[in-house]
T-cell receptor, first 113, second 111 residues
Framework: DGGITQSPKYLFRKEGQNVTLSCEQN?????MYWYRQDPGQGLRLIYY???????QKGDIAEGYSVSREKKESFPLTVTSAQKNPTAFYLC????????????FGPGTRLTVL | SQQGEEDPQALSIQEGENATMNCSYK?????LQWYRQNSGRGLVHLIL?????REKHSGRLRVTLDTSKKSSSLLITASRAADTASYFC???????????FGSGTRLQVQP
């Protein structure tokens, strides 16, 4: 899992609540990403950030928000507007320079009660 | 953007056999990457092949890329029980900053 930490490992949310997932990296990469993975599926891009104070919507951004105030940190908030938030969330960094690979954190499993 | 297609979706082999996974796509790419995911864990980068390359090797891994057919394959030779995992292809589309992941192949290597 390299130099990327995600917390918590497991998160339970009641309907109507906002929750924030933490992602921190010490790899000094400018670019960071959030992906969602549903059971037996591939990864879908939620948001990405190429540099501090800038971020772009991915393919499934509705119901999510992010911030990038520091290079090391890229937290993801799952809002009450996300109707089906139960999933495995993965944060990644890298892909902003050769050799273009991304480094992933261990993931956060979010369950809506 | 379209996710890539991978096949087979699941593959079960005996230790020592070779495992081949395929990835197809419809876009123009800069590179294609393969990642491994153990159950409930993050992804680990295995190998990257650029659009102007046809084949790359890394240890027991061999990746091929055919841009005319828009397809790639990952071959794991002499498989081990520890190779049991899900394998994903991820492409870097031209003009897109983020990766697009395929649906994955679940590999089970029986000891």
């Amino acid at each position: 899992d390299g130099g990327i930490t995600q917390s918590p490992k497991y998160l339970f949310r009641k309907e109507g609540q906002n929750v924030t997932l933490s992602c921190e990296q010490n790899l000094n990469h400018d670019a960071m990403y959030w992906y969602r993975q549903d059971p037996g599926q591939g990864l879908r891009l939620i948001y990405y950030s190429q540099i501090v104070n800038d971020f772009q919507k991915g393919d499934i951004a509705e119901g999510y928000s992010v911030s990038r105030e520091k290079k090391e940190s890229f937290p993801l908030t799952v809002t009450s507007a996300q109707k089906n938030p139960t999933a495995f969330y993965l944060c990644a960094a890298g892909g902003d320079s050769s050799p273009d690979e991304q480094f992933f954190g261990p993931g956060t499993r979010l369950t809506v009660l | 953007s379209q996710q890539g297609e991978e096949d087979p979706q699941a593959l079960s082999i005996q230790e020592g056999e070779n495992a081949t996974m395929n990835c197809s796509y419809k876009t123009s790419i800069n590179n294609l990457q393969w990642y491994r995911q153990n159950s409930g864990r993050g992804l680990v980068h295995l190998i990257l092949i650029r659009s102007n390359e046809r084949e790359k090797h890394s240890g027991r891994l061999r990746v091929t890329l055919d841009t005319s057919k828009k397809s790639s394959s990952l071959l794991i030779t002499a498989s081990r029980a520890a190779d049991t995992a899900s394998y994903f292809c991820a492409r870097k589309d031209t003009g897109r900053r983020a990766l697009t992941f395929g649906s994955g192949t679940r590999l089970q290597v029986q000891p």
